[in-house]
């Protein structure tokens, strides 16, 4: 039973390594549109809302901004997230649960692949630019 066992396991790795690569094994993002940054303003966003609603069967849209190059800051009590330095009056860039990649990330080109939405703190409304994945330019 073993070297059968065995024998199977061999066939399925030689068959598999004919047919992918290590390329075949990194996980790709599909990104929407690459924005400009300066162009993301409430008119942008309400277009983004009246998407909605977005879920399982229609996620939100991914966007690209090409190469930021700004100082990235510790948020957060633990400084377990992150938050890039605009210079856009109402856009604020963050990233979620990154908060170890602040000094890779700080002022080194990079496009920045996120998500779009609308924060509320203290009756002022923001547009925030949510960070999942960086790419060095």
């Not at 909605?52 to 009590?77: A, D, H, K, T, Y």
């Not at 509320?120 to 923001?126: F, G, K, L, M, S």
Request: charged residues 20%.
């Amino acid at each position: 039973m073993c070297d059968k066992m065995s024998e199977a396991c061999e066939k399925i790795l030689f068959i598999t390594e004919q047919l992918y690569t290590m390329q075949d094994f990194i996980p790709t993002l599909l990104v929407d549109t690459v924005l400009d940054m300066t162009k993301i303003n409430t008119h942008f966003m309400q277009q983004i809302e009246s998407l909605r609603p977005f879920g399982m069967g229609f996620q939100s849209p991914l966007f690209m901004i090409e190469n930021v190059s700004s100082i990235v800051s510790p948020l957060g009590q633990t400084g377990q997230h992150l938050k890039w330095e605009t210079g856009i009056r109402g856009l604020e860039m963050v990233g979620f649960h990154i908060g170890d990649f602040a000094e890779i990330l700080s002022s080194v080109p990079m496009h920045l692949i996120g998500k779009i939405t609308t924060r509320t703190w203290r009756d002022v409304v923001t547009i925030q630019f949510q960070v999942v994945d960086a790419v060095k330019v």
